[in-house]
């Protein structure tokens, strides 16, 4: 039974650049959360995908949009990249049966913005 | 939005000693409360979580408590090991699972 596994692993853009990164969920589930987690930081909640739509988004600039796939898959975009922007982008995926499901995490895709 | 407080920062234990770590969240609607284990370079593992309808839930050596009228839920580890050293991380979920994640809180099991 695979878990979350995001792609790339790692990655090095410059400034101005943009990025997608992908998210494949757990076996079973149907929801996909992205979050970014900076250097010594907890997660912060960018956007929760749905059904194909958003469904949920935090405090996070247009700059950061997604898309979810027919098969539950998802991608996170991020455009005119910032130096700020360096961090470990993590996806959790879950399964939509109410409220209160756990979360499972992917290990991650580290972003580095030169 | 939601906000979610966590202590101590950093947190040092002998050994087989207790750990405890605090967490307080604003959002009275929130009703489910897990905590995330993170080793370092690795991704949050789910170690335990609460549901607001429960007030202590434990499995072997991890415990949490939950006090909904003064949001407040803790985590508590018995007979601490070297292997529990970590980032720990309890969060709140709100509507649609939206999780808000606290600031962490970084154990060290001395031996």
């Known amino acids: 039974d695979a878990g979350v596994t995001q792609s790339p692993t790692h990655l090095i853009k410059t400034r101005g650049q943009q990025v997608t990164l992908r998210c494949s969920p757990k076996s079973g589930h149907d929801t996909v959360s992205w979050y970014q987690q900076a250097l010594g930081q907890g997660p912060q909640f960018i956007f929760q995908y749905y059904e194909e739509e958003e469904r949920q988004r935090g405090n996070f600039p247009d700059r950061f949009s997604g898309h979810q796939f027919p098969n539950y898959s998802s991608e996170l975009n991020v455009n005119a990249l910032l130096l700020g922007d360096s961090a470990l982008y993590l996806c959790?995926?879950?399964?939509?049966?109410?409220?209160?499901?756990?979360?499972?995490f992917g290990d991650g895709t580290r972003l580095s913005i030169l | 939005g939601e906000n979610v407080e966590q202590h101590p920062s950093t947190l040092s234990v002998q050994e087989g000693d207790s750990a405890v770590i605090k967490c307080t969240y604003s959002?009275?609607?929130?009703?489910?409360f897990p905590w995330y284990k993170q080793e370092l370079g690795k991704r949050p593992q789910l170690i335990i979580d609460i549901r607001s309808n429960v007030g202590e839930k434990k499995d072997q050596r991890i415990a949490v408590t939950l006090n909904k009228t003064a949001k407040h839920f803790s985590l508590h580890i018995t007979e601490t090991q070297p292997e529990d050293s970590a980032v720990y991380f309890c969060?709140?979920?709100?509507?649609?699972?939206?999780?808000?994640f606290g600031t962490g809180t970084k154990l060290q099991v001395i031996p």
């Open positions: 959002d009275s609607a929130s009703n489910y």
């Open positions: 969060a709140s979920l709100g509507g649609y699972q939206k999780v808000t």
């Open positions: 959790a995926s879950s399964l939509d049966r109410g409220r209160n499901q756990p979360q499972h």
